[in-house]
């Protein structure tokens, strides 16, 4: 079976669906299968296609356009703050061991409901990383959210006022996969860091918690108070992958090498 293409210019499209099918596929929200039907009923008559062909033809439309609706949802939903993939990702510089990047490309420790702690200095692609994974869970189907631990100061402090802190964290753990970003690179307030702990506790064998931070968790009593630094951390480690990345920054070996900007004219 030959999928149809788009009529080239000047010759003439095919023709609209009759209404009452039209109607039927609206009534029944088929948006994908109704905006291809006539480029497929028109090639379908001329290469007269079995009807099971274009039974199949139909439903694979209508399920393509799905999935890619899907996928666009579940990235919007994620909220990243990129838009990197492992496209772009170089994984040979990388100071994290190639074998683990490719074990954590698996996602079974996601499905194991395990947590996963990238940890070095700043510019060792440690939020790139995390992204390139999130992405790729997003592509595999499942569920990522993405915070900063500002972020979570805010939603503390936003439902603490109305006692709806536990609802707004049972709502983040409908994610498979919670990334929470640059630990470390700011003074932590009270708000963020009781948010870290709640959000830890909550995930603990339930979700995947993801965390990337210029320090190691067993230096986090340097930025939030040790009770709730230590809490975090035993619930943070108990089922826990720890990646510790080293080097130069990237970001600034490529400025000193002028591949930060196109050159001006």
């Known amino acids: 079976m030959t999928p149809p293409t788009p009529p080239a210019a000047g010759i003439p499209t095919a023709p609209p669906l009759p209404p009452d099918l039209e109607a039927l596929m ?9 905006t291809a039907a006539p480029d497929i009923l028109a090639t379908a008559k001329a290469q007269r296609w079995d009807p ?65 702690v990238v940890c070095g200095p700043s510019g060792t692609g440690k939020t790139f990383f995390l992204e390139a994974l999130g992405q790729h869970a997003v592509e595999q189907g499942l569920r990522v959210a993405w915070f900063t631990l500002e972020d979570l100061g805010l939603l503390l402090r936003r439902h603490r006022a109305d006692d709806t802190v536990s609802k707004a964290i049972t709502r983040i753990l409908r994610a498979d996969m919670i990334v929470v970003d640059d630990i470390g690179l700011l003074p932590v307030s009270h708000d963020a860091a009781e948010g870290l702990y709640r959000l830890v506790d909550a995930a603990y064998e339930k979700r995947s918690v993801a965390v990337s931070s210029n ?13 709730l630094a230590t809490a975090t951390v035993d619930r943070l480690l108990h089922h826990a992958h720890v ?23």
């Open 52 to 116: 099971a062909e274009v039974i199949k033809a139909l439903l694979t439309e209508e399920v393509t356009g799905r999935d890619r609706s899907a996928l666009a949802s579940r990235r919007t939903a994620a909220g990243f703050p990129t838009g990197k993939t492992f496209d772009a990702w170089q994984e040979t510089a990388s100071s994290i061991p190639q074998p683990t990047q490719q074990a954590l490309r698996t996602l079974e420790w996601v499905h194991r409901r395990e947590n996963l």
């Open 215 to 227: 320090l190691h968790p067993a230096g986090f009593d340097e930025l939030m108070p040790k009770t």
């Open 243 to 265: 990646c510790q990345t080293s080097g130069d920054s990237v970001r600034l070996t490529q400025a000193l090498a002028g591949q930060g900007v196109t050159p001006l004219q």
């Open 26 to 34: 609206r009534r029944m929200r088929f948006p994908y299968m109704r």
